[in-house]
């Protein structure tokens, strides 16, 4: 499999760590895929007996597995959401960062989609999440000004969408990626409480990728062969300790009327 550089394999380590009303704190290994969503018509001939795009193998990606869900052009999807966010970009290389499909099974509780702009530079960042009720959104962040997102920049955003029974939809998000020493990093505070100094919940993800190889994805799902089923049971086991433990449970609101929460730049005087 020679995936010239357009897909690369991402080992890494996901961090969550909730501050109240009780101390919770977890992590495990992972490996997600980073793909050049742009360059997705390369992809025909980059499959092995491992691995394929669109195509039934131990490990794939497919397109109905994102965006609008129907197998269509991701970067069309993507376009519209920059679209309703009023993200005017001269739209260069893409790089979508998500768990892949584990035989069979995939469940994504949040991709990054990073846009670079054709000077590429990054633009814009679309977190794109799932609920385990079948619900999905898009947060679409921008610079405040608009321009470049430098490297661990803050994006906020005002929370829209029902994750967790044991977070209500309030609060604001501040989202950062960083890209260093080949090392790459999705960070995500929720800060529910104005008044509060640290946020109700820190997650991470980080780790290291390289281009995509077959001995490299062997050895990936030689180590976590049942990652992907592993993220939903980990999701229900962390739901049950905070339950234990009392962590207030709230009952799921309705969806939003709409998929797409922007975070609009400030408007300068």
Known sequence: MNADGLIELMRARVLHARTRPVSHRFTYRVFC????????????GRASWLFGVNRR?????????????????????????????????????VWLQC?????????NPVSFWHVHDTHGDLRALVAEVNNT??????????????????????????????????????????????HRNGT??????????????????????RGPSAPLTTASLLRAVGAMPFMTLGVVLRIHWQALRLFLLKVPFHRKPPAPATEVTAAPPRKHP
């Open 33 to 44: 895929l980073r793909l050049r969503i742009d360059q997705a018509p390369r992809y025909d």
């Open 184 to 205: 790459h990093a999705a960070i995500i505070d929720y800060h529910d409480d104005p008044a509060e100094p640290q946020p109700l919940l820190h997650t991470a993800i």
């Open 57 to 93: 193998r131990p490990v794939a990606f497919h397109f109905a597995d994102h965006g609008a869900r129907d197998g269509g052009d991701p970067m069309a999807w993507l376009q519209s959401r920059l679209d309703i966010a009023g993200a005017d970009i001269d739209v260069g290389a």
């Open 133 to 178: 009720f079948g619900e999905r959104h898009q947060y679409v962040l921008r610079a405040p000004d608009g321009g470049v997102i430098q490297d661990g920049q803050v994006l906020q955003s005002d929370k829209a969408f029902h994750v967790s029974p044991f977070c209500v939809v309030t609060g604001v998000y501040r989202f950062r990626v960083e």
């Open 99 to 107: 768990f892949p499909r584990l035989f069979g099974h995939v469940f």
